[in-house]
């Protein structure tokens, strides 16, 4: 008896034991499945940025300036936007592991279209690795767009997958490492494959090879992980159709009450799930008898929503306004791959015995960004606030904006000085990759500033913008209000897109011709718009705080 019963405390013990190390909750599994998350954002960081960096250079070796620019403005613009419509899929139809999953499929997929196009291995079919072909442009589009998708898919819900592991560990940990594995991604695919796509003949083709066996390798990475991931389900309704559809009937709420309102009469009556409310026409516009139109998503205006959820909605007023008033400066932020570059390889690359990447000051960007956030957040502003002064967040974001500015004013004046230069006599013709480029003799070095700004830039508007959402956004919306902001960077890159149309071929020339052009004007379009937009809110917070007095909620908030 005492034998059996050791025998059975003894497998209670391994059951135990087995139980609590298989468990999801296990702070082993946690770091394991965090781990994994990490070493596929990584993996997926690198690849992404090994293709985006140049991807302007090899499509200019058969496509003009302003095609090549558009291209890769389209891609940057879906993979932002397409980070909303991919958080509705992830939360209300698949979950967000198997989001993931299909994103990391079609990533791979398109990218061994790409590595396919540039190994020439459909000159067969009609589409050569010069682009050359009836279809091909079709072909090249098509991968633009799936590479977006996949992107945006990808990007939007790792994040929150990732937090969702840390049931045993640190989530400011977590956070940490994922912000190092994005710029270390970054830095390795701008640093070492980038630089081998432009150093080398045949460069393009193995780093788009190589790119694609990175992908593969997160992708199963993530399938190897399905055991040990915390993966919940997709709810039934996600908050975009909640939101969705609580619009949609303040709308038409809105419009039956006006409907049944009669200029004779003082009162109309709404009906409310059997019974009747009077509103007073006359008097709506008052603080207690005015239901705004989305108040007719209410369940005591007819419609289906708690008095609590149409309140928080309607909370979402001065995000908008603040996605509104980033659009400029997204305009400014994404040129750091496109405009720049388009710049850049009408410079002088060679240094002499060495020629300079154009993709390698990208990394001055990012290494501002890595050096200035301990200082400006965690010494900086502290000590200022040690000292009385408190930076609002609005100021920060400002502050962000009007050195944004600064930045492409400097590629303005960078532009105009080798427009100068190169008409002065001072040319030379280089070669960069697989395309030969007239550049003046002005050094490529001479756009470190510019990259230094807009990477200080960044710890301020955009670290800043990111805070101030979050801070304004309500409590069950936060996971909105962050694809929102995705999407409104990608609204940014789709109106860039249309401006560079609409400035082709005035002062946007092919690359042959492209000093007859102004691409200076260009950089200096976009400083007016985004001093213009600053100085129409300093001018609006003047007025409101002479004539409204004291602020509201949101005022508070906004102002904080």
């Given at each position: 008896?005492?034998?059996?019963?050791?025998?059975?405390?003894?497998?209670?013990?391994?059951?135990?034991?087995?139980?609590?190390?298989?468990?999801?909750?296990?702070?082993?599994?946690?770091?394991?499945?965090?781990?994994?998350?990490?070493?596929?954002?990584?993996?997926?960081?690198?690849?992404?940025?090994?293709?985006?960096?140049?991807?302007?250079?090899?499509?200019?070796?058969?496509?003009?300036?302003?095609?090549?620019?558009?291209?890769?403005?389209?891609?940057?613009?879906?993979?932002?936007?397409?980070?909303?419509?991919?958080?509705?899929?992830?939360?209300?139809?698949?979950?967000?592991?198997?989001?993931?999953?299909?994103?990391?499929?079609?990533?791979?997929?398109?990218?061994?279209?790409?590595?396919?196009?540039?190994?020439?291995?459909?000159?067969?079919?009609?589409?050569?690795?010069?682009?050359?072909?009836?279809?091909?442009?079709?072909?090249?589009?098509?991968?633009?767009?799936?590479?977006?998708?996949?992107?945006?898919?990808?990007?939007?819900?790792?994040?929150?997958?990732?937090?969702?592991?840390?049931?045993?560990?640190?989530?400011?940990?977590?956070?940490?490492?994922?912000?190092?594995?994005?710029?270390?991604?970054?830095?390795?695919?701008?640093?070492?494959?980038?630089?081998?796509?432009?150093?080398?003949?045949?460069?393009?083709?193995?780093?788009?090879?190589?790119?694609?066996?990175?992908?593969?390798?997160a992708l199963m990475l993530m399938l190897a992980g399905k055991r040990v991931f915390v993966?919940?389900?997709?709810?039934?309704?996600?908050?975009?159709?909640?939101?969705?559809?609580?619009?949609?009937?303040?709308?038409?709420?809105?419009?039956?009450?006006?409907?049944?309102?009669?200029?004779?009469?003082?009162?109309?009556?709404?009906?409310?799930?059997?019974?009747?409310?009077?509103?007073?026409?006359?008097?709506?516009?008052?603080?207690?008898?005015?239901?705004?139109?989305?108040?007719?998503?209410?369940?005591?205006?007819?419609?289906?929503?708690?008095?609590?959820?149409?309140?928080?909605?309607?909370?979402?007023?001065?995000?908008?306004?603040?996605?509104?008033?980033?659009?400029?400066?997204?305009?400014?932020?994404?040129?750091?791959?496109?405009?720049?570059?388009?710049?850049?390889?009408?410079?002088?690359?060679?240094?002499?015995?060495?020629?300079?990447?154009?993709?390698?000051?990208?990394?001055?960007?990012?290494?501002?960004?890595?050096?200035?956030?301990?200082?400006?957040?965690?010494?900086?502003?502290?000590?200022?606030?040690?000292?009385?002064?408190?930076?609002?967040?609005?100021?920060?974001?400002?502050?962000?904006?009007?050195?944004?500015?600064?930045?492409?004013?400097?590629?303005?004046?960078?532009?105009?000085?080798?427009?100068?230069?190169?008409?002065?006599?001072?040319?030379?013709?280089?070669?960069?990759?697989?395309?030969?480029?007239?550049?003046?003799?002005?050094?490529?070095?001479?756009?470190?500033?510019?990259?230094?700004?807009?990477?200080?830039?960044?710890?301020?508007?955009?670290?800043?913008?990111?805070?101030?959402?979050?801070?304004?956004?309500?409590?069950?919306?936060?996971g909105l209000v962050m694809g929102l902001l995705a999407a409104f960077e990608g609204l940014?890159?789709?109106?860039?897109?249309?401006?560079?149309?609409?400035?082709?071929?005035?002062?946007?020339?092919?690359?042959?011709?492209?000093?007859?052009?102004?691409?200076?004007?260009?950089?200096?379009?976009?400083?007016?718009?985004?001093?213009?937009?600053?100085?129409?809110?300093?001018?609006?917070?003047?007025?409101?705080?002479?004539?409204?007095?004291?602020?509201?909620?949101?005022?508070?908030?906004?102002?904080?």
């Open positions: 008896m005492d034998r059996d019963g050791s025998r059975m405390s003894l497998l209670s013990e391994i059951n135990r034991r087995l139980s609590n190390y298989f468990s999801p909750w296990n702070s082993r599994l946690t770091i394991l499945s965090g781990g994994l998350v990490l070493a596929t954002l990584f993996l997926e960081r690198l690849a992404f940025y090994s293709v985006l960096t140049n991807l302007y250079i090899y499509l200019t070796k058969a496509w003009s300036s302003d095609e090549a620019l558009s291209a890769t403005l389209l891609l940057t613009g879906l993979a932002y936007f397409s980070a909303l419509p991919a958080g509705w899929l992830a939360d209300a139809v698949v979950g967000r592991y198997w989001t993931i999953i299909g994103g990391l499929c079609l990533y791979v997929m398109a990218y061994g279209a790409l590595t396919t196009l540039a190994f020439n291995a459909l000159a067969s079919a009609g589409c050569s690795a010069d682009f050359s072909g009836q279809w091909c442009t079709t072909y090249i589009y098509t991968i633009i767009v799936a590479i977006g998708l996949a992107v945006g898919t990808v990007k939007s819900n790792v994040p929150a997958f990732g937090a969702a592991q840390m049931r045993h560990g640190n989530l400011r940990t977590f956070f940490s490492f994922y912000y190092w594995c994005i710029n270390g991604g970054a830095l390795l695919g701008v640093g070492c494959i980038a630089y081998w796509e432009q150093v080398t003949t045949n460069g393009f083709p193995a780093a788009f090879a190589v790119a694609t066996g990175v992908l593969l390798l993966a919940h389900s997709p709810s039934d309704v996600s908050v975009i159709s909640g939101l969705v559809h609580m619009v949609k009937e303040g709308v038409t709420g809105r419009i039956a009450a006006r409907g049944l309102e009669s200029p004779t009469e003082p009162y109309a009556r709404v009906t409310v799930e059997g019974s009747e409310e009077l509103l007073d026409p006359v008097n709506r516009n008052a603080a207690d008898n005015s239901p705004c139109w989305l108040d007719f998503a209410k369940i005591r205006y007819g419609g289906s929503h708690s008095d609590e959820s149409v309140d928080e909605a309607k909370k979402m007023g001065p995000v908008l306004l603040l996605l509104v008033f980033m659009i400029p400066y997204w305009l400014i932020f994404l040129q750091s791959n496109s405009g720049f570059q388009a710049q850049a390889v009408h410079l002088k690359v060679d240094l002499g015995d060495f020629m300079f990447p154009t993709a390698w000051l990208g990394l001055v960007d990012q290494i501002f960004v890595l050096a200035l956030i301990p200082i400006v957040n965690g010494f900086f502003i502290p000590l200022l606030e040690r000292m009385g002064f408190t930076i609002k967040l609005t100021v920060k974001i400002s502050i962000g904006c009007v050195i944004a500015a600064f930045s492409i004013l400097a590629a303005g004046g960078l532009e105009t000085a080798s427009i100068r230069t190169w008409q002065n006599g001072g040319f030379v013709t280089q070669q960069i990759g697989h395309a030969t480029y007239n550049a003046s003799t002005v050094s490529i070095l001479w756009q470190a500033p510019q990259y230094c700004l807009l990477g200080t830039s960044e710890v301020f508007a955009t670290i800043g913008s990111l805070e101030l959402a979050h801070t304004l956004a309500p409590r069950a919306l936060k940014a890159s789709f109106f860039s897109i249309g401006l560079l149309a609409a400035l082709t071929p005035g002062w946007i020339q092919p690359d042959a011709t492209h000093f007859e052009g102004h691409y200076d004007f260009f950089f200096y379009l976009l400083a007016a718009l985004q001093l213009t937009v600053i100085l129409l809110y300093c001018i609006a917070s003047f007025v409101r705080n002479k004539w409204r007095g004291a602020a509201n909620y949101d005022e508070d908030v906004l102002h904080s």
